[in-house]
């Protein structure tokens, strides 16, 4: 198979923790030719989707007493090519966010690879319908009590209701801007004010859950099905458990309750072409819905001596066997 992978500079990956990393790894492993572009380097000439390409060739990182050790340099890109999308058996959309126009303007692009011949993960369709905050608001019995908006009072008379909330923006990743907020903070106004862009902007505002002192769960679906799970714990001096504010993993299984939120969302996924997606729970509740480049394959694996870049590698194989004419 020839694969593609849409990245930052990958040389501003880090090999022992980027899940785009692992996944190409997993595929050179198994014998597959691994390509890799960036979203400024789409095009569409002549009605199909194109990129400017470079084959890769990787040095796998190794495990040694509990940690990842990669290679200097860990890949080797060959001369650059200008190729049609559509030659490529599968390609991974994995620019991080923030899913601003010019992430926008790529998915727009990818929708002119021909999917009956090309396999794409994430649906670029879906990506831009699964803001990762607001897409779990239609899991209802799966989420803890939420609102969106940007109207002061509303937030403040939710605030009040529950004591001890959480705002997010919705547009940031790995934490970014998350805040405390409670009932009777002297700061309220100007938390809100900053948030809302005076307004301007909606936010989502969470009851507190104090589970989160026990940790955020990550858990990985694969074609909806949850494959690997980790615990993210705060680094004690900071609320949020992501890994980007510092917080620790620790490994973890997966509870009945969990599999129940699993069983709850699979199907809307698979209609939504969400193939790899990574959802975050605290305290058997739903808090978001990851689907522009979900980690923690590297965490999990060195964890719980797992392989599921391969368990993702392997399963777009069996889908394009499925998908080829007989």
Not at 98 to 107: E, F, G, K, M, R
Not at 174 to 202: C, H, K, M, W, Y
């Amino acid at each position: 198979m020839k694969l593609a992978f849409i990245i930052d500079p990958i040389h501003q990956l880090d090999p022992c923790h980027d899940t785009s990393v692992a996944l190409m790894e997993a595929a050179q492993i198994l014998g597959h030719e691994v390509w890799v572009t960036q979203a400024n380097m789409l095009s569409v000439v002549e009605g199909k989707a194109w990129a400017v390409l470079h084959r890769v060739e990787l040095v796998p990182v190794e495990l040694i007493e509990g940690r990842w050790l990669a290679a200097n340099p860990w890949c080797k890109l060959s001369t650059r090519s200008l190729s049609s999308l559509d030659t490529m058996d599968a390609v991974f959309m994995r620019t991080d966010p923030p899913v601003n126009d010019s992430y926008l303007y790529a998915t727009y692009i990818l929708d002119y690879i021909d999917q009956n011949k090309t396999l794409l993960i994430n649906s670029p369709s879906g990506i831009r319908g699964a803001n990762e905050k607001m897409y779990a608001l239609q899991f209802t019995k799966a989420i803890p009590e939420t609102i969106v908006s940007a109207d002061k009072q509303l937030i403040q008379q939710f605030v009040e209701a529950k004591g001890a909330t959480v705002l997010k923006p919705l547009g940031n990743k790995a934490g970014e801007g998350i805040l405390f907020l409670q009932s009777g903070d002297r700061n309220f106004n100007s938390i809100v004010e900053l948030s809302t862009l005076q307004g301007r902007v909606p936010v989502m505002v969470q009851t507190y859950l104090p589970e989160a002192k026990e940790g955020d769960k990550r858990i990985i679906l694969l074609n909806g099905e949850p494959i690997g799970s980790l615990n993210r714990l705060s680094s004690g001096t900071d609320f949020r458990n992501n890994m980007a504010a510092g917080g620790t993993v620790a490994s973890t299984q997966i509870t009945s309750r969990e599999h129940e939120i699993c069983a709850q969302i699979n199907e809307r996924l698979r209609q939504d072409g969400l193939i790899f997606v990574g959802i975050d729970v605290i305290g058997g509740y739903l808090t978001e819905v990851n689907v522009t480049s979900p980690t923690g394959i590297r965490e999990i694996d060195r964890l719980d001596s797992t392989h599921l870049g391969h368990q993702v590698i392997q399963w777009v194989e069996q889908t394009l066997q499925t998908k080829k004419p007989k």
